[in-house]
C-alpha cells in the first residue's frame, strides 16, 4: 500500500509522450485522433521527471540546478515545499520498480539530471557517480521486463548554465550535445527510446515569460521566442548526433515531447473560428512541431513572432 503510494506521487506526470513516435501515416490523419480506436501497438505507460522524484539534490556530486534554486528561494511553491527528498527514488528506486512490476508496468518513461551527469557543463567534466546511478537504474529496469523511455532535459537546467546566460548564450547548444552525447554513449545499448525535451513550452513560457516555474524570469515579449529558438538547434544537434554516431550500432528512437491544448473552433461552420483555432494550435504546439516535423522553419504564426522577439531584444 505504501509502495502504490509511492507510485502515485511518482507518476505526477503520466503518458505524456508516447504518441510522439506516431507514424507519418497517422500524422496526417485528423480522423484518427478524434474517432476510432488506439493505433496497433500503442504503448501505455507511467511516467516520472528527475527533480519531481529523485530527492538526493547535492548528493554523489550533483550540481545545483535551476529547480534547486527555485525552490529554496522560498515564495514560489505551496509551503515552500521542495524536491530536495521528492520521493527519494535516488536512494530507493529498487522499490519503484518492484512496484511498477505489481502494477505491471511495460513501459517507464524517467528523464536523467544534467547536473547530476555533467555538474558543471562549462568544464564538461563527466561524474561518474551520476552515470553509475542511472546505469544502475536503467539496467534494473530491463531486467525487470520494463522498456526505459529516458528524457534528456525535464526543466532542470544547471544553474551555472542559467548564470551564464541560459538559453541565449549559444554555448549551451554544444554543452547540450555534449551531455547527450555521455547519455547516448553510457546508456545507449539499454535505451532504445529517447526524448530530447520534455515540453519546451513550458520550459520557456512558464520558466522565462510568465516566470511560475523556474527560474522565474518575466520577460514575456522576448525570452520565450529567443529561448525556443535555442532549444529546437539544441534537439536537432542531439538528434543528428544520434543519427550519425549511434543509430547503427543501438538502433534507437529520438524525439521531443511536445505539450499543448486542444482547440476546437467556437462554430465549426465560420471560416474564421476554424481558422483561430488553427492559428491557436500553429502558435501553442506548432511553434515547435513546425521546424522540428514540417520544414525546418517556423509557421507564418510564430516567425513573426520570433523576429519581433529578435528587434526588440536588440
Ligand atoms: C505491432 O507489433 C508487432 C510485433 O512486434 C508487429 O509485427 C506489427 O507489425 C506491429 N504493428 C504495427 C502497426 O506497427
Ligand atoms: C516562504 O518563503 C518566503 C521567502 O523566504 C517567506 O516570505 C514565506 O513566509 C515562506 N512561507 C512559508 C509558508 O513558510
Ligand atoms: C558563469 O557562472 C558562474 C557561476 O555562477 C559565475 O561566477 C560567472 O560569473 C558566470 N559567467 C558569466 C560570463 O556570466
Ligand atoms: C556563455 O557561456 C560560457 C560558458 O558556458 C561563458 O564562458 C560565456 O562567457 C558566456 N557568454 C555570455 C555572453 O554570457
Ligand atoms: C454557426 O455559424 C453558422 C454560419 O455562420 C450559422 O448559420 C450558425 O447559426 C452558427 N451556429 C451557432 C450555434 O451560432
Ligand atoms: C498536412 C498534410 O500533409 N495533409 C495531407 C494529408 O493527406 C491528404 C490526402 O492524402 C492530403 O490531401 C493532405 O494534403
Keep these: 500500500m505504501l509502495q502504490l503510494k509511492r507510485l502515485v506521487l511518482l507518476s505526477i506526470v503520466v503518458l505524456s509522450a508516447l504518441s510522439c513516435f506516431v507514424t507519418t501515416d497517422q500524422r496526417n490523419s485528423t480522423d484518427a485522433f478524434y474517432y476510432g480506436v488506439l493505433p496497433e501497438n500503442f504503448t501505455w505507460g507511467a511516467s516520472t521527471a528527475a527533480y519531481q522524484i529523485e530527492g538526493a539534490w547535492n548528493e554523489d556530486g550533483k550540481s545545483e540546478n535551476i529547480w534547486d534554486r527555485f525552490c529554496h528561494e522560498g515564495g514560489h511553491i505551496v509551503m515552500n515545499l521542495t524536491g530536495d527528498v521528492a520521493c527519494d527514488s535516488y536512494h530507493k528506486w529498487r522499490d519503484d520498480i518492484t512496484t511498477m512490476n505489481e502494477i505491471g508496468l511495460k513501459h517507464y518513461r524517467f528523464s536523467l539530471s544534467w547536473s547530476r551527469i555533467v555538474p558543471d557543463p562549462t568544464t564538461g567534466v563527466v561524474n561518474e557517480a551520476g552515470v553509475n546511478f542511472y546505469l544502475n537504474f536503467i539496467t534494473a529496469v530491463k531486467q525487470a521486463g520494463i522498456e526505459p523511455m529516458v528524457t534528456l532535459f525535464h526543466w532542470d537546467l544547471p544553474q551555472i548554465l542559467e548564470d551564464n546566460g541560459s538559453w541565449g548564450n549559444e554555448t549551451i547548444i554544444k554543452q547540450y550535445q555534449h551531455y547527450a552525447d555521455v547519455a547516448f554513449s553510457r546508456f545507449g545499448h539499454l535505451v532504445k527510446y529517447w526524448l530530447t525535451f520534455n515540453e519546451p513550452w513550458v520550459t520557456t513560457w512558464m520558466g522565462y515569460g510568465t516566470g511560475q516555474y523556474a527560474p522565474g524570469t518575466k520577460q514575456p515579449a522576448t525570452l520565450p521566442y529567443l529561448y525556443a529558438h535555442t532549444i529546437i538547434k539544441c534537439h536537432a544537434t542531439a538528434w543528428r548526433l544520434y543519427d550519425t554516431t549511434y543509430r547503427a550500432r543501438f538502433n534507437g528512437m529520438v524525439s521531443i515531447t511536445l505539450n499543448t491544448n486542444f482547440y476546437a473552433p467556437k462554430?465549426?461552420?465560420?471560416?474564421?473560428?476554424?481558422?483561430?483555432?488553427?492559428?491557436?494550435?500553429?502558435?501553442?504546439?506548432?511553434?515547435?512541431?513546425?521546424?522540428?516535423?514540417?520544414?525546418?522553419?517556423?509557421?507564418?504564426?510564430?516567425?513573426?513572432?520570433?523576429?519581433?522577439?529578435?528587434?526588440?531584444?536588440?
Excluded at 491557436?280 to 525546418?296: C, E, K, L, R
Design 267 to 314: 462554430n465549426s461552420s465560420k471560416p474564421e473560428d476554424v481558422e483561430a483555432a488553427e492559428r491557436a494550435a500553429q502558435f501553442m504546439v506548432g511553434w515547435f512541431a513546425h521546424p522540428i516535423y514540417v520544414d525546418g522553419d517556423y509557421s507564418q504564426v510564430t516567425s513573426l513572432l520570433y523576429v519581433i522577439s529578435m528587434t526588440s531584444e536588440n
